[in-house]
């Protein structure tokens, strides 16, 4: 009798059914077996968690060494309660081979299921937000304040979880949650403040659209088409135009359920630092003024140059008329036509462009190491220029550095 009071007490049952089998009753013993059935899904099921690990914000909250432990003793009482199974009548179970001692060995096999059920619901509760928030930090700079507050308030809260006294508390689960949604919300705030940067508005978008239809942008495409311009210059700006990207439509709601912008999927943490889009916008804006000066100079200082005096004297009148407007008023003509570009490149025909990009410069200015005497970088930049212009008549050659 004390022993099967035990076991009804065991599976959380009323202990006075146990008299109720002494008396030849049905109804008890299909509670029982209804309730072993019932506690031993439950412990396969949570040996399968177990063996997970538990992952919560991508770490593991049951330790190796502390999940084998667990399996033993989840397994163990699974056997037990699997050899009641064979107990299915009132006759059988007056003839329980367990004494109570037996019986209430597995009471701690039985608390840990609680425990670990206990645990994995409150990783399924908090298991949504802390998902966002791991996603969040990849998508922010490393070095960006919010990263370092979520990495202390992970390290925090795992610790709490793990540790029973502190995570069966009446207020955690509530405080965790609300810490949590407040790193959310953080998260939200400073994605926006990065995004407003980094992209266009919708008044922004329509000065580059038209800013790539400007007449200063196409003058310079057309100019381009003279070998002497510095083309990779103007390559360059058009780079910078098209890498601005614009969007305006993300809104702090959408943010709510993906913690990437789904209309540019813009991710701090891939672009590299820059100026604000804006900012960037009105530099270009700036910048194209100083090519069309910067490049209608070089037109003019080479049309003045004697070496190609000779070929603007040999031009047709037609094709002279064109040009000595623009040498005297030194302003390039306001519609830049066809003609006067085939004028142009066929005074400055004879001229030889040589192209120095930067990266060859400065590798041929090191070489020998650094640092060097004026001297000897000087030779060094002399013996450079003479290889690039081997064979080539001086007066004619012009230099285009990229």
């Known amino acids: 009798m004390p022993a099967l009071k035990a076991l009804f007490e065991l599976l959380e049952l009323a202990p006075g059914l146990a008299q109720d089998i002494t008396q030849g009753k049905e109804g008890p013993v299909q509670q029982l077996q209804q309730a072993v059935a019932k506690t031993v899904e439950k412990l396969v099921l949570t040996q399968r968690i177990v063996q997970t690990g538990l992952p919560f914000w991508e770490r593991k909250l049951l330790p190796e060494d502390e999940a084998q432990k667990l399996l033993s003793r989840l397994d163990q009482t699974k056997s037990f309660l699997e050899s009641l199974q064979a ?27 609680r425990d670990i059920e206990g645990l994995q619901d409150l990783a399924t509760h908090l298991g949504a937000v802390a998902s966002y928030l791991s996603t969040a930090e990849a998508i922010l700079p490393s070095d960006h304040t ?25 207020t955690f689960r509530q405080q965790t949650l609300h810490r949590l949604t407040d790193l959310k919300k953080a998260y939200v705030r400073a994605y926006l403040s990065l995004h407003l940067k980094a992209r266009l508005g919708v008044n922004e978008h329509q000065r580059k659209t038209r800013l790539m239809r400007d007449e200063r942008l196409q003058t310079l495409q057309k100019l381009s088409t003279i070998d002497l311009m510095p083309r990779q210059h103007l390559t360059e700006f058009q780079h910078q135009l098209d890498r601005l990207t614009s969007c305006f439509a993300l809104t702090e709601q959408e943010l709510d359920t993906t913690s990437v912008c789904q209309h540019c999927s813009y991710r701090p943490s891939s672009e590299p630092p820059a100026a604000p889009a804006r900012a960037v916008l009105d530099t270009l804006d700036s ?39 623009f040498l005297k008023g030194r302003a390039l003509p306001g519609e830049l036509t066809n003609d006067f570009i085939l004028a142009m490149q066929e005074v400055l025909s004879g001229l030889i462009p040589v ?7 400065r590798a041929a200015l090191l070489a020998g190491g650094s640092p060097a005497a004026p001297a000897e970088m000087k030779k060094r930049f002399e013996t450079y220029l003479d290889e690039l212009t081997r064979g080539k008549e001086p007066g004619k050659v012009r230099i285009v550095l990229e």
């Open 87 to 113: 107990y299915s009548t009132p006759g059988r179970l007056k003839n329980l081979r367990y004494d109570v001692q037996d019986i209430r060995s597995h009471l701690e096999g039985l608390q840990a299921l």
């Open 146 to 170: 919010w990263v370092e507050n979520m990495k202390t308030a992970r390290s925090e809260v795992l610790m709490q979880v793990s540790d029973p006294g502190k995570r069966t508390t009446a």
């Open 287 to 325: 910048e194209l003024d100083t090519l069309v000066a910067d490049w209608t100079q070089t037109l003019l200082t080479n049309l003045e140059d004697p070496t190609t005096q000779g070929n603007l004297k040999l031009l047709k009148p037609t094709s002279r008329k064109l040009l000595d407007p």
């Open 355 to 361: 192209t120095v990009k930067t990266d060859n410069l």
